[in-house]
Nanobody, 124 residues
Framework: QVQLVESGGGLVQSGDSLRLSCAAS????????VAWFRQAPVKGQEFVAA????????YYGDSVKGRFTISRDNVANSVSLQMNNLKPEDTALYYC?????????????????WGQGTQVTVSS
């Protein structure tokens, strides 16, 4: 069983940067694909970014391409999301997720393990 805990959210201004972290415990997630999703009020869940288990292949949602970067640290057993040039429409609860098939996907149904989320609020 894997437990995921996100941190790093907060209130920032448009154009600022923020780095989210997701700490895993219970076992190593070095063989898992990992991802970030977000959910804003009155919106459905949105795919943000994913990374397959080797770390060589990444996927991004269209709305964050070029601004967000997903990374992983297998020694620390953690995943990060660097968010640059934040916009008010990035305001959401951000979740990290992991799945042990390793391939990475934008489909949330593929992910077995989820954190509780960290809130990001971007003011204009």
């Amino acid at each position: 069983q894997v437990q995921l805990v996100e941190s790093g959210g907060g209130l920032v201004q448009s154009g600022d940067s923020l780095r989210l972290s997701c700490a895993a415990s219970g076992r190593s997630i070095s063989s898992d694909a990992v991802a970030w999703f977000r959910q804003a009020p009155v919106k459905g869940q949105e795919f943000v970014a994913a990374m397959e288990y080797t770390g060589r292949i990444t996927y991004y949602g269209d709305s964050v391409k070029g601004r967000f970067t997903i990374s992983r640290d297998n020694v620390a057993n953690s995943v990060s999301l660097q968010m640059n040039n934040l916009k008010p429409e990035d305001t959401a609860l951000y979740y990290c997720a992991a799945e042990n098939q390793g391939g990475g996907t934008s489909n949330p149904s593929s992910y077995e393990y989820w954190g509780q989320g960290t809130q990001v609020t971007v003011s204009s």
